[in-house]
């Protein structure tokens, strides 16, 4: 299970650190995700890093404002999010899958967690 926490309501510019935690299974043996998706949109990639090599990606959008990173021994991945805008409002899921290929595909990850809301006001 997966259990995302840190989402709240924060004004342009501001900063919000995402939490995503797990119980019943160790985080450090997956590639894990953030994802974020709005209203009838389709739920769009994030951030990513991988279990193996430690390599990590964004999303263009997020590049240079958003830093994700891991603690196994927390068993606990994060999205630091700095700068943000008006446009990063949505529901975030941080998401962890083993052999994924693609991390930019969220069909590839075999487990999500709930999600939680980011708002960002202007």
């Known amino acids: 299970q997966l259990v995302e926490s840190g989402g709240e309501l924060v004004q342009a510019g501001g900063s919000l650190r995402l939490s995503c935690a797990a119980s019943?299974?160790?985080?450090?043996?997956?590639?894990m995700g953030w994802f974020r998706q709005n209203p009838g949109k389709e739920r769009e990639f994030v951030a990513a890093?991988?279990?193996?090599?430690?390599?990590?990606y964004y999303a263009d959008s997020v590049k240079g404002r958003f830093t994700i990173s891991r603690d196994n021994a927390l068993n606990t991945v994060y999205l630091q999010m700095n700068s943000l805008k008006p446009e990063d409002t949505a529901v975030y899921y941080c998401a962890a899958g083993s052999y994924i290929g693609s991390v930019y595909d969220s069909t590839r990850y075999n487990y999500w967690g709930q999600g939680t809301q980011v708002t960002v006001s202007s």
């Open positions: 890093v991988r279990w193996r090599g430690g390599n990590i």
């Open positions: 019943g299974r160790t985080l450090s043996s997956y590639d």
